[in-house]
C-alpha cells in the first residue's frame, strides 16, 4: 500500500485553515493532505468528524516533587498523561523544578526519571528556577538551553520559589543571552502574606478566603513589575495562568507598546468561580477549586474571552496541577483544614482542557475553529519551539491528530476520567463537543475513553529556541 494509514472524508482544521480532505500518514508523519490519495494499510473513516492537530498543553503538572510532609501530587507521567490523551492532548509540557539548593542539570534528570517510558503521550520540559546562582546563570541554565530545555518558569511567590526583583532581572538577563523564553508566575509574595495573615487574625480560614488573599490587584501588580523588568532588560516574557480583566488589560497595554510579552489562559478561568471555593467538608467541597490564581468571577470570565479574541492570549492550557481530595494527604489533611494556606494550590484538567473550550468557544460561538486549534495547538507549538514538528494537519507534521465531534453532548464527569486524581473541578459541566480518537504518531493511542495506547508511547521532546524568544529590534 501507498501509505500506513488513511483518515478519510473528516474536515481538517488548522489555525488558518478549514478544508475537506483525506490524511495520509506513513512512518508516524502525515505525508499528504487531499482527495484521492491512494491505498492504505488501514483506513478510518472520519466522516462528520473534524480532523484537527493533537492538543499540546504547554502547561501541566506531572510528578512535580512537593517538599516532606505536604500533600503530594496525584499524576505522575503515566496517569496524566492517559489522562491528556483522553482529552484529545498529544504534547505536554511539564515543569522540572530545581529545589534550592539543588543543581539544575540533576534536577531536570530526576524527572526523566520519571517520564521515561511512562508517557502515554510526547512531553517535553519547562524548568523552574529557584535558585538563580551564580554557576545556575552562568554555566547550567546555558548549557541546558542547548540541550532543548528552551523555557522556563519564575515565580513571585511561594516561600520555596519566590524570587525578589533582584533575581527576576538577573533571571531575565540571562534569558535574553540564550534565547529562552521566560514564563512568569505574577503574584506578589509579600502581597499575599500581609493578606493572609490579615484573613487568619480575624479567622477567616475557610478555603474561600484563599481567593480573598490574592485579589486581581495582587496579580496585576506582579504582571505590572515583571512588565517593567521585561522591558528593562528587553526580553520577551510569557505572563502565564492569567485568571481576570486587571492582569490581561497590563499585557493588553504592553503589547500595544510594542513590548514582546505574551499571554497565558487556562480552563478554570473561563469555567470556574470564586463561589465555587465556599464550604470546605466532606459535602462542602470549597478545597477542590483551590488554585492560583484563583478562579474569580463571571465578569472575569468575560475580559478573559476578550484577551482570547483580541489576540491577548495567545496559549490556553490546563494548568493540569492535580492533588487528590480524599485523605491526609489530600486537600483535606489535617492541616488544612487549619487555613486555606495549607490548602495545595492546583487543580486537575488536562483531560477537560479541550472539551470545556470548544464548548464555550466554538459551540457557543465567542471563537472560529481556525482560532480553537491555533489556541490549543498551533500557537504552543510556535512560542516553545516545537513546530514545524507539532501542531498543524500538513505534509511533514509528526501525525499526532485528534478526530472531533463537534455536536456530541457530554457532561463532565469523574466516573470518565482517566488521571489518577479522585475528583474533577469540572464536574456537571455541560459541554458540546467532544473527542472521539486520538492518534500519536499515527497510531490510535484512544478510542471513545478507551485506552489503546502504551506508557513510553510517548517521546521526549528537546525543543529549539523560541522564535518569540528574541530581543527586540531596537537593542540587540
Ligand atoms: N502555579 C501554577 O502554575 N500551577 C499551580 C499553582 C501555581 O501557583
Ligand atoms: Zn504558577
Ligand atoms: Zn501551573
Ligand atoms: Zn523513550
Known sequence: ADFDLLIRGGTCVTAADTFRADVAIRGGRIVATGENLGSADKVIDASGMLVMPGGIDSHVHLAQHSAPGTPQMADGFESGTRSAIAGGTTTVLSFAVQPRGAGLRESVMAYHGKAEGQSFCDYGFHLI???PSPNVLGQELPSLVGDGYTSFKVFMTYDDMVLNDRQLLDVFDCARGCGALV?????GYDAIRYMTEKLERAGKTAPYYHGESRPQVVEREAAHRAISHAELVDVPIMIVHVSGREAMEQIRWAQQKGLKVYGETCTQYIALTAEDMKGFNMDETGGKYVCSPPPRDRASWDAIWEGIRGGVFQTFSSDHCPFFWEGTEGKQNPKAKTSFRWVPNGIPGVENRMQVFFSKGVSEGRISLNEFVALTSTNHAKMYGLYPRKGSIAPGFDADIVLWDANREETISQSLMHHAADYTP??????KGWPVMTLLGGK?????????????????LPRALSPFAGPSARQR
Open 183 to 187: 514564563m512568569v508566575h505574577c503574584e
Open 444 to 460: 490510535v493511542v484512544c478510542d471513545d475513553g478507551r485506552i489503546l495506547g502504551r506508557p513510553g508511547d510517548g517521546h521526549f
Open 426 to 431: 469540572y464536574e456537571g459541566l455541560r459541554v
Open 129 to 131: 528556577i529557584t535558585d
